[in-house]
T-cell receptor, first 114, second 112 residues
Framework: NAGVTQTPKFRVLKTGQSMTLLCAQDMNHEYMYWYRQDPGMGLRLIHYSVGEGTTAKGEVPDGYNVSRLKKQNFLLGLESAAPSQTSVYFCASSYAPGWAYEQYFGPGTRLTVT | TQLLEQSPQFLSIQEGENLTVYCNSS?????LQWYRQEPGEGPVLLVTVVTGGEVKKLKRLTFQFGDARKDSSLHITAAQPGDTGLYLCAGAGVTGRRALTFGSGTRLQVQP
């Protein structure tokens, strides 16, 4: 039981390049989330999903897209990376809405955009 | 503008000291969670408080949810170096939001 895993762990991109971050969970959770964490800002929600085939915008969705084709996977895409997207990205999942149940977090992806 | 304000932002204390971390908001939450995050890892849930005035204890950690469900505190007794980390509060149930709202965090360093 691996919990929540994220790929890759580190990445450096040049401005304008694209990439996809992969999140996988093996707990059969319905809800999945993508956050970014910046110094002094805590965790800010980018997008989330309430089930396979669904996605919704969070607090800071601009510049990102997501897909949830399979229940266990949640992909975060950057189509044209910008230096402002330099951050640590965390994926999380929960059995039910985050306010009722624990959110389980992955180890994070550190992204640098130059 | 942060919905949840945590204070202090940074705290460096000696082993054995007591400390309190605060999480405040002008919004009412249906529940509030506290997470601890260690360097290079994702946050891990410590506790969830649901009822106004609720107090929960986890060994040397005491969590309290304000009567009006707008604020919370975390008190650590006799801090140890293993308590070092980033403490995050997260509120749930804000109107129009289907996910948790996180505070900016309190970074705690406990010196041996």
């Amino acid at each position: 039981n691996a919990g929540v895993t994220q790929t890759p762990k580190f990445r450096v991109l040049k401005t304008g390049q694209s990439m996809t971050l992969l999140c996988a969970q093996d707990m059969n959770h319905e809800y999945m989330y993508w956050y970014r964490q910046d110094p002094g800002m805590g965790l800010r929600l980018i997008h989330y999903s309430v089930g396979e085939g669904t996605t919704a915008k969070g607090e800071v969705p601009d510049g990102y897209n997501v897909s949830r084709l399979k229940k266990q996977n949640f992909l975060l895409g950057l189509e044209s990376a910008a230096p402002s997207q330099t951050s640590v990205y965390f994926c999380a999942s929960s059995y039910a809405p985050g306010w009722a149940y624990e959110q389980y977090f992955g180890p994070g992806t550190r992204l640098t955009v130059t | 503008t942060q919905l949840l304000e945590q204070s202090p932002q940074f705290l460096s204390i000696q082993e054995g000291e007591n400390l309190t971390v605060y999480c405040n908001s002008s919004s009412v939450f249906s529940s509030l969670q506290w997470y601890r995050q260690e360097p290079g890892e994702g946050p891990v849930l410590l506790v969830t408080v649901v009822t106004g005035g609720e107090v929960k204890k986890l060994k040397r950690l005491t969590f309290q949810f304000g009567d009006a469900r707008k604020d919370s505190s975390l008190h650590i007794t006799a801090a140890q170096p293993g308590d070092t980390g980033l403490y995050l509060c997260a509120g749930a149930g804000v109107t129009g939001r289907r996910a948790l709202t996180f505070g900016s965090g309190t970074r705690l360093q406990v010196q041996p």
